[in-house]
């Protein structure tokens, strides 16, 4: 399973990746607009200072919404760097531009995915990744992870080799049940990442063996 980080914040982008188990960045224009990355120039850099920290894909996104714009904000985004994917939104728009970028070989990862039938279309496009947003179905009392088991078994069924990449996930059970069920990849926060080292017994356990190092070696 890879794992990728749902941030523009560098510095949780170097801490995640210092750990050395991340595979990817992903961002959207509110997590740009969080760390105060505006105006296109600054933009643009930011994603060229992404891929310079990490060894992954990394998720650029398109604010255009019309088909034109997104081809010509694609095609720029693309250029910046051979780390960078072309986030789309599932629009008809969106898929539309999804099936020109999988054409000319371009990764791309649609999101704000929220049914299955959203992430057949967006297969069926080409898709490299598609984006099921798993908690801001959970905040809305829909089950986000039986979504990734729909989505999981529609692949397989037929082959498609478009990357579930498991979104909006907020905490450690979620990456431990996308994980079960088989969701290529997941992107979250440093927070859901760094949690899974989290055991209390292995808090205890490390406390015990210091102390009978040190009693056996004064
Ligand atoms: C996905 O690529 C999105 O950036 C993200 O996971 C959205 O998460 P949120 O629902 O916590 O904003």
Redesign the pocket.
């Known amino acids: 399973m890879k794992f990728f980080i749902?941030t523009a914040n560098l510095a949780q982008i170097e801490e995640a990746q210092a750990l050395g188990v991340l595979d990817g960045v992903?961002?959207?224009p509110?997590?740009m607009a969080k760390e105060g990355i505006t105006g296109k120039n600054n933009i643009l850099k930011h994603y060229v200072d992404i891929c310079n920290l990490v060894d992954g894909d990394v998720?650029a996104e398109v604010n255009a919404v019309d088909y034109e714009g997104m081809i010509k904000e694609g095609e720029e985004l693309a250029d910046l760097h051979d780390q960078i994917v072309v986030k789309l939104p599932l629009t008809k728009e969106g898929i539309m531009a999804c099936k020109y970028f999988s054409d000319k070989g371009i990764k791309t990862n649609v999101?704000l995915v929220f049914s299955a039938g959203q992430a057949l279309l967006a297969a069926k496009a080409g898709a490299t990744y598609v984006?099921p947003?798993i908690?801001?179905l959970d905040d809305v009392s829909t089950d986000g992870l039986a979504l990734i088991e729909d989505i999981r078994l529609i692949f397989d069924n037929y082959g498609y080799e478009t990357e579930i990449l498991a979104?909006?996930?907020?905490h450690t059970m979620h990456i431990i049940n996308c994980a079960k069920i088989g969701a290529d990849v997941i992107?979250g926060p440093l927070s859901a990442i760094a949690g899974l080292l989290k055991h209390p017994l292995t808090d205890i356990g490390l406390a015990q063996f210091i102390a009978d190092f040190e009693k056996g070696n004064k």
């Open positions: 749902d992903t961002t959207n509110s997590l998720s999101t984006s947003f908690g801001r979104a909006s996930v907020r992107t």
